[in-house]
């Protein structure tokens, strides 16, 4: 390791060159209190952020073993690190009266385990990137100097030292993480799929995943499905419990029905202090399934949903690469299932409509007419109790899910109440499973074939050539993308980064061979990040750019592979 004073003197002797000179600054080097790794400079094209990493010993950063003794609380507080160093780089940048020189990975509102900050018991680190200063195409060594020597230490000071940290907002971060990993671990005992506390703020302002606090709207639970949980840090905190089973919500557009199951759907991540949504969890593999037209379907048993095709395929072993929305959500909820997820979410907004429920007036006009979907209304049931798969369908079709339903809630305003009573004597139903009995079946576990894998291998982990052109749902395949916009739940463009890299690690490693499942192969993912974190991923080093996906959408990534076969 050099001394801060030749990186220096290597700057000094730059002034003037080709941007590719800045690749003589690879190395590491110890300046007064912390340590700085160069791992790679980019150089194309020029002007493109290179990796930085810098470590503080823990014996100068002083953060308390108790803030991360927890996993939980350790992912929350390098998510606390990451956000006050960007912080500090945008004050740096105002202070300067210019764009900021440095960059780093903190995604939205949610906690999500990252790759930008590792606290280990010796050190902390962060892992940013630089803008090395250049006027065209050469060096401008003083701007570096003022860059490295100036910036880069104030950036420490501001944010890896816990004493010039807040720490009441430190301890917030880390509690309220705590509470909601808490809250989740409580939910099946209690027999719930999810919870939402009294008082959340479920609204989210158009476009963006932030609270509407211009027009607060609490949430208030209904007394048939009040529920009281204890949490380590905030207590006691009562809410809406949501019970296992079939759950339907109705309500008017605009009532707040749709609102009610993304915050449902996105409660499989905890969020940040005053979301809104702090103490609103659901159990982890939770599922969003919606209609997605055109996708490409690859050996997806339907027969579930589909009695028959009008080409006359198999519908066990189905294959289109332009599938319509019915079979295209048809497959999604078989593609889910198979991936391992114990509820389903639906909206019909986002739905078929012709696979949510079969129209009653039809039914009595043609009772004999031959009928090739068989609706969702009919399945769900008979899913649950064969598979223990819950479900939670966001419909107008409420007589058709009322002999099907355990739990049915009537959004308005939204403002929540029961009305299973209610739907039941109107449908003249007396219980849930009073209606039609049918059967869900098995659920299909495919083998992927390798070949569909062959042309990741090799390949290098690529970031966004256009920035801000391109979704957060964007997977970067070598010169290849993969458009995952229809996955929900994927909500962190490092999320994204880490699939492509799961991908890509899986070709290289040769796992798929031909004999393992998919479900197995995403255990194999899980496995590996579980033993050497995201950065077992990536082959070239500590990327500090990844965030923590799930398997559902690690699955739902190699579902949309165009080049994927299955055994038939």
Known sequence: MLPWERLRDKIL????????????????????????????????????????????????????????????GK?????????????????VARSRGGRPQFAVDVGGQQILERTACRMAENYVEIRCTIFL?????????????????????QLVDSALIYPNLNPNAAQRHVE?????????????????????????????????????LSRLVPLSAPPELKVTLDLPHRGVVSGVGIPRGVTVIMGNPFSGRSTLLR??????????????????????????????EGRRIEGVNVSAFLSSLPGGEDPARYRAEHAGDIVSQAA??????????SVLLIDEDTSAPGLLARDPLWRQLAPEARQTVIPLAEIVRPLYEEHGVSTIVVTSHSSEYAACADTIIAMDGFHLRTVTAAIRQAAHVTSPGAGPKGSFGGVHHRVPLPDGFAFLRGRRLRSDPHPGTHEIRTVFLGRDTLDLAALEQLVDPGQARAIAAALIWVADHGLVDGMRTMR????????????????????DGAPGDLAFPR??????????LRTLRVKS
Not at 76 to 89: H, P, V, Y
Not at 133 to 153: H, N, Y
Not at 263 to 292: F, N, Q, W
């Open 332 to 341: 999604g909820i078989g593609e889910a299932l198979e991936a391992g997820c």
């Open 133 to 153: 200063p250049a006027e065209g195409r050469k060096i401008v060594s003083k701007a570096a100097q003022t860059v490295l020597f100036e910036d880069l230490p």
């Open 520 to 539: 197995e192969l995403l255990g194999l993912i899980e496995l590996e990040i579980a033993q050497r974190g995201l950065e077992g991923l990536a082959p």
């Open 551 to 560: 398997r559902q959408e690690i699955a739902a990534a190699i579902n949309r």
């Open 13 to 72: 002797t730059l002034e003037g060159k080709p941007f590719q000179a800045y690749q003589a600054l690879d190395g590491e080097y110890r300046f007064e209190r912390f340590t700085l790794h160069v791992d790679h400079v980019v150089v194309e094209p020029p002007g493109a952020p290179s990796p930085l990493r810098v470590r503080l010993d823990q014996a100068e950063a002083r953060f308390p073993a108790s803030l991360w003794a927890s996993r939980p």
């Open 176 to 212: 309220v993480a705590e509470d909601a990993e808490a809250l989740r671990l409580q939910l099946s005992a209690r027999g719930l799929v999810a919870f939402l506390a009294e008082g959340a703020v479920l609204p989210r302002e158009s476009g963006s995943d932030r609270p509407i």
């Open 75 to 91: 992912i929350a507080l390098e998510d606390f690190i990451a956000r006050r160093w960007l912080e500090a780089i945008r004050k």
């Open 263 to 292: 915050a449902i759907a996105t409660g499989v991540y905890p969020h940040l202090p005053g979301d809104g949504r702090e103490h609103c969890t659901t159990v982890a593999d939770a599922a969003l399934v919606r209609a997605e």
